[in-house]
C-alpha cells in the first residue's frame, strides 16, 4: 500500500455484497491508496480531511438522508474544491440521469461506471479524476500564494506609505528650514550691502570734488556692484519663491493683463509707442501674478538688449495650436549665438560681457520656471545677427 496522503485517498463505499472488498483489492493492486467506508456518513467526514476521489455503488444512495448529507459535504467544499465522484450503477439511461441530476447542483465531475464492474474501465476512470484533483490542489496552492504574495504587497504598500510620509515630513521640514536660512541669509547679506550704497551715496556728496577722476571711478564702480549685487539676491529670492510656493491655477485674460504690464511697468514706459500688440490675445489658464512675472521680464530684456543707439521694436502675438495659445514675443535685439540658445533659460546664464548690459542672469529662468508651474512651455527663435522671438504656451479656456 502507498504512503498515506490523504489528497490521493480514494474513499470507497459499498454497503451490498462484495464489492467495496473487491473495488479496495483492484485498486491497491494498481498502487492507489484507498480506503473503505461503512456508509456515506462516515465517508463524509473522511472527506473534510482530504480526498482525491469517491467511488460508491447506487445502493448508498437509498437512504435519502445520506444523499443530503453527501450534497451537503459536496456544497460546503472552498471554491477551488470539486471532489470527482465515481458511481457504479446497474439501473437503466433513465436511472442514470436521475443520478446524474441529483448531483448538478452540488458537483461537476460524476463518472457513471456500468456494471458489471470493468477493472480497466475502474483503473482508468479513477487515473482520470486524480489527475483533475491534483489540478484542484495546484490551483489551491497557487491561490495560497497568491493571497500571501497579496498580503506581502500590502504590508510592503503600508510600510512605503509609512516610509513616504516620514520622508515628506522629512522634506518640508527642510524646505521650511531652508526658507528661513535664504530669507536669514538675504536679509544678512543685503544688510551691509545696503551701508555701502549710503557710505558710497555720503563719500560722493562729502568728498567726490576733492577726488580726482580715478577715485571717482573707482567709488562709481563700488556703488554699481553694490547695487547689481543688491538686485541679483532679490532676483535669487523671486526664483525661489516661484519654485516653493503653490500656485492655484484659473482663467486669465490675457490681452487685458499684456496691456496692463506695458501702461503700468517703469522700464516700458520709454518704449510704450514701439510695443505693439497684435491683439486681442485668447484667454489662458494661468495664474496673474505668476503670468505678470513672466512677461514683463520678457519684454524688459526685448526692450533692453538692442544695440547703443538702436530703437527697440517689439511685437506681441498669439496664435491657438491644439487647445493651447502659444504668445510670440517678437524684438530687434542683439540677438543670441546658435551654441547659446539651448542653454539662455539657464539659471545665472548672461550671454553678454558684465557691465555692457544691465542684468543679472535670471529673468530667463524665472520665465521658464513661472510657465512650468503654471503647467506650459517656453522657447525661442533667434538670429544670431540680430532680432530674437521668445515664446510661451498655455492650455486655452474654451468658450470664454
Known sequence: MPPNNLEERVLIVAPLGQDAGVMAGIL????????????????CEKIKTGAGALVFTEEALVQQSAYRLLEKTLSAQPSWSELPLIILTSAGESR????????????GNVTLLERPMNRATLLSSLKVALRSRRRQYHERQLMAEL??????????????????????ARLRELVEELEF????????MRAPLRSMQGFATLLREEFGPKLDATGNDYLQR??????????????????????????KLSSVDLDKLVRHIITMYPNLQVHRSRIRVAGPLPPVWGNTATLTQAISNLLGNAVK????????????????INGW???????????IPKESQDRIFDIFHQLNRPGLYEGTGIGLAIVRK??????????????????????LQLKRVENA
Open 222 to 247: 563700488i556703488a554699481a556692484s553694490a547695487e547689481q549685487l543688491d538686485r541679483l539676491i532679490l532676483e535669487v529670492l523671486n526664483y525661489s519663491k516661484i519654485v516653493r510656493t503653490e500656485v
Open 96 to 107: 442514470q440521469m436521475a443520478i446524474l441530476a441529483m448531483f448538478a447542483s452540488s458537483v
Open 181 to 188: 536660512f535664504s530669507y536669514s541669509i538675504v536679509h544678512d
Open 28 to 43: 491497491e493492486q494498481d498502487g492507489f491508496f484507498t480506503e473503505v467506508c461503512a456508509d456515506l456518513a462516515a465517508c
Open 370 to 391: 513661472s510657465i512650468e508651474r503654471l503647467g506650459g512651455t517656453v522657447g525661442m527663435e533667434s538670429n544670431p545677427k540680430g532680432g530674437s522671438r521668445f515664446w
Open 305 to 320: 538688449f538692442v544695440k547703443p543707439g538702436k530703437a527697440p521694436r517689439v511685437n506681441i502675438q498669439a496664435e491657438v
Open 325 to 335: 495659445v502659444r504668445v510670440w514675443v517678437e524684438d530687434n535685439g542683439i540677438g
Open 147 to 168: 493571497a500571501l504574495n497579496h498580503h506581502e504587497l500590502a504590508r510592503s504598500h503600508e510600510t512605503l506609505e509609512k516610509h513616504v510620509e516620514e520622508r515628506t
